[in-house]
């Protein structure tokens, strides 16, 4: 993907962050940051092409290290939410935000305590399956919003959960840095009637 030097120099400062803090806490899988550029960086930054030009504002569940929000929000997404209740990954993402001069929000706190919103996009990496996932998000879900997910190998047999319980428009992306994993772009998700009594 093709960015700007400055964008680069952010990215360049993020991944040196990520690996140093990576030492003490476990940011992310320490057999990965050999590879960080493909495994992290590409990972999260393939979304930033399929979010709308008319977006204001998009939400990061369980954004962890800020993957794939903070560096979305570096390559130039409007509006970046960051939701992480781990205290240790949240100090973390401040540093970052800070040394990357990003503007993001953080939410420190759970999924279920920030105050309802919703986002025009949604994005979440490595949180929870789609069925879950699906259910976790509904509070930050509109009738426009859009979700992009990425999904590693359990991809299909989660879909085949998930349509048990909810109808959605989704097309299913192979990965630009995993052969055995998938971006998933969903749209008009409601829950099936039948579902609504569990």
Not at 91 to 98: G, Q, T
Request: net charge positive.
């Amino acid at each position: 993907m093709s960015v700007s030097r400055e964008t680069l120099d952010r990215l360049v400062a993020y991944v040196e962050l990520l690996t140093a803090w990576n030492r003490r806490i476990n940011l992310v899988g320490r057999d990965t940051l050999g590879d960080v550029w493909r495994r992290h960086i590409l990972d999260c930054a393939q979304i930033y092409p399929h979010i709308p030009n008319s977006a204001r504002s998009v939400v990061d569940l369980g954004t962890g290290a800020g993957l794939p929000g903070l560096v979305l929000a570096i390559l130039g997404a409007p509006g970046v939410q960051l939701v992480e209740s781990d205290t240790r990954k949240a100090a973390f993402l401040r540093e970052a935000i800070r040394i990357t001069d990003t503007a993001v929000t953080l939410h420190a706190t759970r999924i279920d305590r920030v105050k309802p919103f919703i986002a025009d996009v949604i994005t979440a990496r490595a949180l929870a399956p789609l069925a879950e996932l699906l259910e976790i998000s509904q509070d930050f879900r509109g009738s426009e919003t859009i979700c992009l997910f990425l999904k590693g190998r359990t991809v299909a047999d989660e879909l085949t959960d998930a349509v048990k319980i909810w109808k959605m428009r989704h097309l299913r992306l192979p990965s630009l840095s995993d052969p055995s994993g998938s971006l998933l772009r969903l749209e008009n998700i409601v829950r099936e009637p039948s579902a609504l009594s569990h």
